[in-house]
């Protein structure tokens, strides 16, 4: 794994880059001032050129947001391969029933590779891949985590997934089920197999706005997070952005969690925990050891 073998290390991800402007804008500026350390690219999205044109340009640490499904029913991303047993014709399924019946395993294969060619065709070469929706991890009942690992082995990318059953416990608000923590073993013993590195952990708020109810607990949930953070490599994902006009459909207030996570990672508050606790902030390359360098350590 990493070059890192003792110690806290903390990767700060900026998910679903390409979305929208908003969310551009947001994740460059991050970069900018030093406030992140990866992001993951989404190219089935409306303004995922721009994003990697932001990438390119900057030489900013990316991974490939692997994506076989859209968010918003009514304004639908397109696949990058054309793969007709994920999409109606209108865009990529929205419904996660219909993509568990009726994709084939060979589109989901040829999509992920379709992506990852998005982005090298666009001057950025992928530092990790990840799952939007966790569409690639089996909890829909198919197996597409084999072809993530197959894809990941091809390309030499770490993946995100955690080998700690502390994600799934975040999730579920408490102890996970037992099923889906025997899921979790199987994906990380047949990742093993495969070589692929995975994280240790990774935190992300597992809560909808009208849980979170502000600004203040939201940032409370991360702080926390940070002062109970265990030795290993965990990468904490967030999705900043500013308002957007052009935001996905469904309740408005939705997009305001998206819109705290920006503030939170202006605000500087995060970051001196991390400092305040000794955590070196890493980038993907760096954690796994594929590009040598301190360019994010504190």
Known sequence: MAE?????????????????ESTN???????????????????VASHSKAAAG??????????????????DAENRWQSNSGAKSLSDGKGLYCDAKKITLKAKSA?????????????????????HADSHCGTLYGINGRLFFINAFRFCK??????????KSTFLDRQFGGKAPAPIVLLQKGVIKL??????GLLDDMISNPFPIRKIKSYEALRDFYIREILNLAPGVTEMFFHPAYPAGDAPSGPESEWLKREYELRLLKSGDLHEAVINNKIHLVSWSEAFGRIPSNRYSR
């Open 154 to 163: 091809e390309h030499g990318l770490p993946f995100r997934f955690p080998r």
């Open 107 to 127: 589109d989901v294969t040829a999509e992920l590779e379709a992506q990852y060619r998005f982005m090298t065709a666009n001057g950025c070469i992928p530092d």
């Open 54 to 71: 932001i990438a390119a340009r900057g030489n900013l640490p990316v991974g490939v947001h692997l994506t076989i499904n859209s968010d």
């Open 4 to 20: 890192v073998s003792s110690g806290k290390f903390l990767i700060i991800n900026a998910d679903d880059f390409g979305v929208n």
């Open 25 to 43: 804008k947001a994740v460059r500026e991050l970069f900018e001032q030093g406030l992140i350390t990866s992001a993951s690219l989404l190219t």
């Open 191 to 196: 990742a093993d197999r495969y070589k692929i």
